[in-house]
C-alpha cells in the first residue's frame, strides 16, 4: 500500500540529526523558553521575512492567542465580527469563536478553494474587524487583494498559514501578508515536529509582546502578571527538532512540487478534476506548497475504492464542513452550497517528499484506470 503520508519515512530521512538534538536538549537540564526556543523563533522569524516569531504549543493557540491579543490590545472586543471561509478546517473557525468574536462564514472561490473575494466584499459590514484567511492545503489566498479590501474597511488582516509554510507570491512568504498569521507544526505538516508545535509572525512589536506575555501566563516579567493569561508555549525539544527539519524545508517543498506537476501531467481522467492547470510550471507553482493535493471528483467514494484496491491510500480533507458539525448546531440549518459540494467531491491523493518515482507512478496510473460511471 502507498500510504497516504509516510511520516516515519519523512523523519527517518533525518533520524541521526533529530537523535542528537534530542540528547543536546536532555542533557541540557534546561527544557522550557531556553535557547532552542529563542534560535528556532529567529531562525523561523528569518525563514518567513518577519520580525517576530513567537513560539506557542500548537497552531490552534497559536491563531487563539492572535485574536485574544487584539482584544488585550482594544483592537477587537467581544461580538465583533471577523470574516472567515466556511471552507476550512474547523481550527480556524475554533479561533474566532473562542474569542467570543463573531465568525461571519463566506463560500470559497470554485478554483482555488480559497476566500472568494466577491463573497468577502459582501460580508462586509459596520461590524466587521478582521479577515481571516487561510491558506487551504499549501495554497497561498489572494492577499493583495484581501489586504487591498482590509484597507478600504480598516480591517485586520490574520493569516491561517497553518498547511503553508514558506508558500509565497512574488517572494513574499505567507506569515508576512497579514498583521499576523498562526502557523502550526503538528507532524503532519509540511514543517512538522514530533509532538504539538505552533508559532506566531508578526511584524508588530506591540502585538509580538502581548502574544509572547498572554502565552506565558499573562506575565511580561518573572511573577509579574498583566494579563488573565494562558500557558501556550514551545519547549526546547520540540525546538530543537524544527530547528533540524527546517533547514529541509525547501528542499521538500520542491519535492512535492515536482510530485505536483507529474500528477497534472499525467493524471488524465475526464472524471478526475486537478487542483491545478496541466501546463502549470515549476515558476507559476510559487504560490502552492501541496501540504495537500487535492482532486475533485462526482464519484468519489468509487474512486477511492478503487485506488485503495489498487493499493492507493486516499483520504479526505474535509468530509463534514464546520457549518454542518454539532459542535456549531447553531448554522446547522444554513446553507453553504458551494462549501458543501466540495466536501462532497474533494480526495487527497497522496503527496510527501519521500514519495518515489515509482510510487508517483502507480498512484497515476490507477487514477488513469479508473472508469467513472
Ligand atoms: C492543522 C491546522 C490548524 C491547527 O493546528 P494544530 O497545530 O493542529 O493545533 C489550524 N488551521 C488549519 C487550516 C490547519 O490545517
Not at 53 to 59: E, K, L, T
Not at 90 to 102: C, D, H, Q, R, Y
Not at 278 to 304: D, G, K, M, P, W
Request: charged share 20%; net charge negative.
Amino acid at each position: 500500500m502507498i500510504p497516504f503520508l509516510d511520516l516515519k519515512g519523512i523523519n527517518a530521512q533525518y533520524r541521526e540529526q533529530l537523535i542528537k538534538a534530542a540528547i543536546d536538549v536532555i542533557d541540557s537540564g534546561w527544557y522550557i523558553q531556553g535557547e532552542q526556543v529563542k534560535a528556532f523563533e529567529e531562525e523561523f522569524a528569518n525563514y518567513c521575512g518577519t520580525k517576530h516569531a513567537i513560539g506557542v504549543a500548537n497552531g490552534l493557540d497559536a491563531l487563539i492567542l492572535i485574536f485574544r491579543a487584539y482584544k488585550e490590545l482594544g483592537k477587537l472586543k467581544m461580538g465583533d465580527e471577523v470574516i472567515v471561509p466556511a471552507n476550512t478546517y474547523i481550527a480556524s473557525i475554533l479561533a474566532v469563536t473562542e474569542n467570543g468574536l463573531k465568525a461571519v462564514l463566506v463560500e470559497p472561490d470554485e478554483s482555488s478553494f480559497n476566500l472568494s473575494l466577491e463573497a468577502v466584499k459582501n460580508a462586509i459590514s459596520p461590524n466587521t474587524k478582521a479577515i481571516l484567511a487561510v491558506h487551504l492545503y499549501g495554497q497561498l489566498a489572494d492577499m493583495p487583494t484581501i489586504n487591498a479590501i482590509a484597507k478600504t474597511h480598516s480591517l485586520l488582516v490574520i493569516e491561517d498559514s497553518a498547511q503553508a509554510h514558506g508558500v509565497s507570491l512574488d517572494g513574499k512568504k505567507s506569515g508576512n501578508w497579514g498583521d499576523a498569521a498562526g502557523f502550526s507544526f503538528y507532524p503532519g505538516k509540511n514543517l512538522g515536529a514530533l509532538g504539538d508545535a505552533g508559532a506566531v509572525t508578526t511584524n508588530d512589536d506591540e502585538l509580538a509582546q502581548t502574544i509572547r506575555s498572554l502565552g506565558n501566563y499573562g506575565s511580561h516579567k518573572k511573577y509579574e502578571n498583566l494579563y488573565q493569561g494562558v500557558n501556550s508555549r514551545l519547549d526546547e525539544l520540540q525546538a530543537a527538532l524544527l530547528r533540524v527539519k527546517i533547514k529541509h524545508l525547501d528542499v521538500d517543498t520542491s519535492r512535492r512540487k515536482n510530485i505536483a506537476l507529474a500528477y497534472v501531467k499525467g493524471i488524465q481522467n475526464p472524471a478526475i478534476q486537478q487542483p491545478i492547470a496541466a501546463e502549470s510550471t515549476l515558476e507559476t507553482l510559487e504560490i502552492h506548497v501541496f501540504h495537500l493535493y487535492v482532486i475533485r471528483t462526482e464519484q468519489r467514494e468509487a474512486l477511492q475504492a478503487y485506488l485503495s484496491a489498487a493499493g492507493v491510500q486516499t483520504l479526505i480533507h474535509y468530509p463534514i464542513p464546520p457549518h454542518q458539525q454539532q459542535a456549531y448546531a447553531r448554522w446547522n440549518s444554513e446553507c453553504y452550497p458551494l462549501t458543501e459540494a466540495i466536501h462532497q467531491q474533494v480526495l487527497s491523493l497522496p503527496i510527501s517528499p519521500v514519495m518515489s518515482d515509482e510510487e508517483v507512478n502507480v498512484v497515476i496510473e490507477a487514477c488513469n484506470a479508473f472508469q467513472a460511471d
